[in-house]
């Protein structure tokens, strides 16, 4: 009867064991020009698809944009006091003929062009960014860094937020 408990206990130990000693299998690259016997170098961490880390320049390009978060009410009174607000709408078309925001832009997140799309406007412009929750919009802020925009707001709660306030919506 023991060696029923015993098999499973050994097989769990030895996945266990494995998996630990996985991990810690390589070791981490010495700094450039220093000595084996010295301290290991510390390693910057790459983005979840394996991209090399940002360069100093992707760095300067990101730290420049200045991104601000706004509720539905807080967007409208800034889109009263500077006209010059862009509202870059990132939903679908078909979502954007449903119903948006006055004088919005519609670019497509989900659309193989979107950074390209982006591309075509003037980054030194602020942006009024949003889609029908958040979740889309805020995925674009990454890309709206990368191709070095001044200043984006983001509508937090979407067009969902929008609606529930009612604030004004065009077809």
């Not at 390589?26 to 000595?35: D, T, V």
């Not at 006055?102 to 193989?112: S, T």
Request: one cysteine or more; aromatic letters at 6%.
């Amino acid at each position: 009867m023991k060696t029923i408990y015993v098999f499973p206990a050994l097989v769990i130990t030895a996945a266990i064991f494995s998996g630990a000693c996985q991990k810690n299998d390589q070791k981490p690259a010495p700094k450039k020009g220093s000595s084996p016997s010295s301290s290991a170098a510390i390693v910057a961490p790459t983005t979840a698809d394996n991209a090399p880390p940002e360069t100093k320049a992707d760095k300067k390009t990101s730290s420049e944009t200045k991104i601000e978060h706004a509720s539905a009410v807080q967007a409208a009174e800034l889109m009263k006091k500077d006209p010059a607000i862009v509202v870059l709408d990132v939903r679908a078309p078909s979502e954007f003929g449903n119903g948006h925001i006055k004088g919005a832009i519609n670019v497509d997140f989900r659309a193989a062009s979107f950074a390209d799309d982006l591309k075509d406007l003037d980054r030194s412009k602020t942006y009024l960014v949003h889609c029908q929750a958040g979740g889309r919009s805020t995925s674009a802020l990454d890309t709206f860094k990368k191709l070095g925009f001044k200043h984006i707001i983001h509508l937090d709660g979407g067009m969902m937020d929008w609606g529930k306030e009612q604030l004004p919506v065009e077809k």
